[in-house]
């Protein structure tokens, strides 16, 4: 029996993969901000004789004081973890910013990812199998780029650009993994599931809502069959320390999205945010 951990594990592709594991004899920790999520998913866990194999941890991972409180609750229900999946996101049509001060979409999408990676590595490392970071995203992406002199956006803010901005951050946030931990034996694996039927749209704008549900119907894929590719990964992880995914298929590292000089410069910029509100 291997442990995991999920943010957004309470919705989404993150329960799905969640109740898979479960399914299958794992153990699973499911983080999110949402309660009644959260209750529903152990009701289902319990439906397939999973109840005491879930967990359900509250925390709102857009702010520092959630993040941490993730982590701490994580480590006080297991000191091993086998798996960690990053999945935690949701669509900010209009710039919000957090009681930390920081534009949510940069906090909850890249930051908190950026903080639990390192803040749970020390349980990773403790795994007796090759254990996982999965940074759910969109890696290697034509579109979007890093705010260099407007990491929070103040300037110009778009719900678009702002997702866009997190996907490349986090395609530097794994580049920079086995660099920052060159000892490490766990793995990062960038993810991109491809287009999913989920709840998300909820969350958009109209027209946009009604448009991606119309086309969600059509072209999208349910979320039963894009985990299998995730599931693969956990299973058996790749033997380099670093790797990128779109589905099934592995991307190239050698783009400009995964510049080493980027990852370093975007590590620095992080650590001086983080600093201050440490």
Known sequence: ?????????????????????????????????????????????????AADRAF???????TLAGMHRAIEATETTSTVIDGLVLGA???????????????????????????????????????????????????????????????????????????????????????DFPVRHPAARTRYVLHNPGFVRTSQPESFPEPMRTLSKAVARWFATSVDRAILPMVERLDQPPVAPFSAFLRAGRLPLTTKAFAPESAARLESLTSSILAPKT
């Open 56 to 62: 359900f941890l509250q925390a709102d991972l857009s």
């Open 89 to 175: 996101q949701r669509f900010q049509p209009r710039r919000v910013e957090t009681v930390d001060g920081l534009e949510f979409t940069f906090a909850l999408a890249y930051l908190s990812r950026f903080v639990l990676a390192r803040g749970l590595l020390a349980a990773l490392e403790r795994s007796a199998a090759t254990p996982v970071i999965m940074n759910i995203s969109s890696p290697g992406g034509p579109s979007g780029t890093v705010h260099w002199d407007d990491l929070q956006l103040n300037r110009r803010y778009k719900g678009m650009r702002a997702a866009l901005q997190s996907a490349r951050c986090n395609d530097l946030l794994g580049a």
């Open 1 to 49: 029996m291997r442990t995991y951990v999920i943010t957004g594990g309470s919705d989404g592709i993150g329960r799905g993969l969640g109740l898979h594991l479960l399914g299958r004899g794992e153990r699973v920790i499911a983080i999110a901000s949402g309660a009644a999520k959260g209750a529903t998913f152990l009701t289902d866990a319990a439906r397939i004789d």
